[in-house]
């Protein structure tokens, strides 16, 4: 029974790295056509790390769940997840699991669509952004199998880690985060 | 029963990755496939039209990305410095407009018009090319050198190791692989990686 269970898990899973390309970027800056550019962003703190800096960030001696996205303002399908980090991160506010979304955006964009993006969509989750030009070395060594597409995520705890290459509903996010849990 | 459903996990893990790696395309060393594909000036383009090339940079690109766009200048360069040795730019457009209508192929032919694209601006229509090469993402660069088994796959990644700033790349890794080709030497980097635009399939 559980056999049969897990293979049908595993057909769905396969199924589903299939079909996970098929991915909708709608518009460069997504949501983003209604900002205020009146508006006065430079309180919204955004704190901006090469891969040194990001470093600490990626792992833990706590009994801490991380979940790290990695997203960019210009990239539609990261836009159309980070809701579901959103309401997981509030959902599991008592459950010792800590969000981190970690920008791609150019610099340049800081103040034009990150900050703005932060406030206007009210973000919960530590943002910070990565600032480094060493792809080649530094996306390898945030996991190996990572093409440098995104929207992509990595979940870890002190034990184990997980890389993801890929988007997110809420219910896999969810379903992700709770096989760190047990 | 813990077991068992951590060999499953495991089995998952396993096929996961192999899919990501193995079923992922070319590696290099590997014959590159040809196509048939539409260009922005109405015609069908081949590698196989190229008679005197002797290989072929090959780069998956697109409109929408604000990473392809930042490099377009770039790919101009490239094509207008190795065109003439022999190592023609070919840039195919793999997403689907359906998904991205900002890469449909009256914006393709619009986008070539504006920059003055010289090179062949090829819409991967079927959408069989860029997962046969393994291409995730825009840009993604394919250099490929005519043997006679076929166009062989020499270099696979970025452009360079700068896609902020031109004047700040300390590593030209496309021009240094077509470099290394063009006088008979070993590429020293094969393989890159960098924050590119998932492929809208």
Request: with cysteine.
């Amino acid at each position: 029974m559980d056999f049969y269970f897990y293979g049908m898990r595993l057909f769905c899973l396969l199924l589903l790295i299939l079909t996970a390309s098929c991915k909708d970027e709608s518009a460069r800056n997504g949501t983003m056509d209604d900002i205020d550019h009146n508006e006065d962003y430079s309180a919204v703190s955004l704190d901006v790390y090469d891969f040194e800096g990001l470093k600490p960030f990626l792992k833990t001696n706590t009994d801490k769940i991380y979940v790290v996205n990695f997203w960019a303002t210009w990239c539609a399908p990261c836009i159309k997840e980070l809701p579901y980090f959103e309401a997981l991160n509030s959902a599991y506010s008592d459950k010792n699991v800590e969000f981190l979304l970690v920008s791609l955006d150019f610099p340049k964009k800081y103040d034009s669509h990150v900050k703005p993006f932060i406030k206007k969509n009210n973000l919960k989750s530590k943002v910070v952004a990565l600032n480094d030009n060493d792809s080649h070395t530094w996306i390898p060594a945030i996991d190996p199998d990572w093409s440098g597409a995104i929207p992509a995520t990595l979940i870890f705890n002190k034990d184990k880690r997980q890389f993801y290459e890929r988007t997110f509903t809420y219910e896999e996010l969810e379903a992700e985060v709770k096989k760190f849990l047990n | 029963m813990k077991y068992i459903k951590g060999f499953f996990a495991i089995v998952a893990l396993v096929m996961l990755s192999a899919f990501a790696t193995v079923g992922n395309g070319y590696k290099i060393g590997d014959i590159a496939t040809d196509f048939e594909l539409e260009s922005v000036d109405g015609n069908m383009v081949s590698l196989s039209d190229f008679k005197d090339a002797k290989g072929f940079i090959v780069i998956f690109t697109c409109n929408s990305c604000p990473y392809s766009v930042a490099y377009e200048d770039r790919i101009l360069a490239l094509n207008k410095k190795y065109a003439i040795q022999g190592y023609p730019v070919i840039a195919i457009m793999p997403n689907n407009p359906e998904v991205q209508p900002r890469d449909n192929m009256a914006a393709m032919i619009q986008r070539a018009k504006s920059k003055g694209f010289t090179f062949p601006y090829l819409i991967d229509e079927a959408q069989k090319i860029s997962p046969q090469y393994g291409a995730s993402k825009t840009p993604e660069v394919y250099v490929l050198q005519k043997t006679s088994k076929g166009n062989e796959v020499k270099y696979i990644g970025a452009i360079d190791d700068n896609y902020q700033d031109e004047g700040a790349v300390t590593s030209k890794y496309v021009e240094n692989a077509v470099e290394a080709l063009l006088s008979g030497q070993p590429i020293k980097e094969t393989q890159t990686r960098a924050i590119g635009c998932s492929i809208k399939l």
